[in-house]
């Protein structure tokens, strides 16, 4: 049975025909680039000290380097070189903010992978849940690790195409363990490269019954229009924010013949 991953929705979300261009056309779009080759690079070392596990004094740098080897275009060495030392101020931060946020825990996974039935239709839910621990009140947590610049404000930690990626993985979760939803909370960890201080901030993101059911029908809205093949194209992400790759291109005709 195919499967929809959270990145998948994102990338709907974003624009339906994007979404056509890169999943079904299978026309790259994002390859990656420094900044997804330093979040592989200290997401590693965070699963590592999850774990307790012992790590080279040079694990970071070694990952790092070898994830910018691995990347298609050209590399901005003087940004790479920064990110080795930004790195060195996360990594002693990482056992500090887990034991203040969490106190006593038990980690009972990481990298969980889910790939679950989703209700009324024909496709599985796919995604990797980063860490899940348990705490002594009886409550499991559920929690994504995220690089960032110097961090996030109170909109984008609102965002709710930022916090429905734990909406999701919180539900298809309790349906994979047959836990009630009551018991399992939600959490991002920040992993701040350029802050003076505080370079690892966790913070709680509720994931109630309302949210869950708001996730959920953008989730069935993208399915449904994805097998009608009804792929709109979004005017609002061709140029907003990070805008889009393929934006008066080839691969999007709108876009070369939109006036400007």
Known sequence: MSHISYSELKDWSFCPFYHKLTRIDKIDGFTGNEYTAFGSAIHSVCEKKLLQEEIEEDFFVKELKKNIAELEDDVDNKLVHQMMKQGGNIIPEIDDALSEYFEEFEVLAVE?????????????FKGY?????????????????????????SRKKSDKMVTYQLTLYKHFFCQKMDVDPKDVETHFAL????????????FRVTSGPKKTENALKLLNTALYNIKNQRYIKNRLSCTGGYGCKFYKTEHCPWGINEKT
């Open 112 to 124: 969980m992978p889910l790939y679950e039935p989703i209700e009324g239709e024909d496709k599985l």
């Open 129 to 153: 849940i980063d860490a899940v621990v348990a705490t002594p009140d009886g409550k499991v947590h559920i929690f994504d690790w995220k690089t960032c610049s110097w961090g996030w404000d």
């Open 191 to 202: 992993l701040k490269r350029t802050a003076k201080k505080n370079n690892v901030e966790f």
